[in-house]
């Protein structure tokens, strides 16, 4: 049962799960799809200390005004190709986590689940849920490009 300020995200994708985590923690990778639409995330505004304690930023950016919004997590676990968890201790206080885990199908797709907790109620509204999935769609579009043969 899901919990108020607690989301969860399932999408396959035809990748493996190592080129989804490279994906997901590489900031040449990070820079092509992160952040909802109407933003840019750019290369150098990307900080990928990928260990347990080791920081995860990344800056995005609008492109109708320019305003400019700053992730900034501590990754709390990184087991690759198969998990990762940070949590975003300045997003209200709330202690934001993520965790995504990628799971193997055995057909050449792999299942990505993005479970949040401690979602703080501005970001748990509608129109942030929207945008949030918009950054999941980038993510699949990003994926497809990718592995098309």
């Given at each position: 049962?899901?919990?108020?300020?607690?989301?969860?995200?399932?999408?396959?994708?035809?990748?493996s799960?190592?080129l989804l985590?490279d994906?997901?923690?590489?900031p040449?990778?990070l820079?092509r799809?992160?952040?909802?639409?109407?933003?840019?995330?750019?290369m150098d505004?990307?900080?990928?200390?990928?260990?347990?304690?080791g920081?995860?930023?990344t800056?995005m950016?609008?492109?109708?005004d320019?305003?400019?919004y700053?992730?900034?997590?501590?990754?709390r676990?990184v087991l690759r190709?198969e998990?990762l968890?940070?949590?975003e201790?300045?997003?209200q206080?709330?202690?934001?986590t993520t965790?995504?885990?990628?799971t193997d199908?055995?057909?050449?797709?792999?299942?990505?689940v993005?479970?949040q907790?401690?979602?703080?109620?501005p970001?748990?509204g509608t129109?942030?849920?929207r945008?949030?999935?918009?950054?999941?769609?980038?993510?699949?579009?990003?994926?497809?490009?990718?592995?098309?043969?």
């Open positions: 049962m899901t919990q108020p300020g607690e989301f969860t995200y399932r999408r396959v994708h035809r990748a799960r190592e985590f994906c997901l923690t590489q040449e990778h820079t799809f992160w952040g909802p639409d109407g933003t840019t995330t750019p505004g990307i900080t990928v200390d990928l260990r347990p304690g920081a995860f930023e800056l950016v609008s492109t109708s320019g305003a400019t700053t992730m900034r997590a501590v990754y676990e190709p998990r968890v940070w949590t201790e300045d997003v206080g709330s202690g934001m965790t995504i885990t990628l199908l055995g057909d050449g797709h792999t299942e990505v993005t479970h907790t401690n979602v703080p109620p970001i748990a129109d942030a849920r945008g949030f999935e918009t950054s999941l769609r980038r993510f699949a579009d990003y994926v497809e490009l990718l592995t098309a043969s």
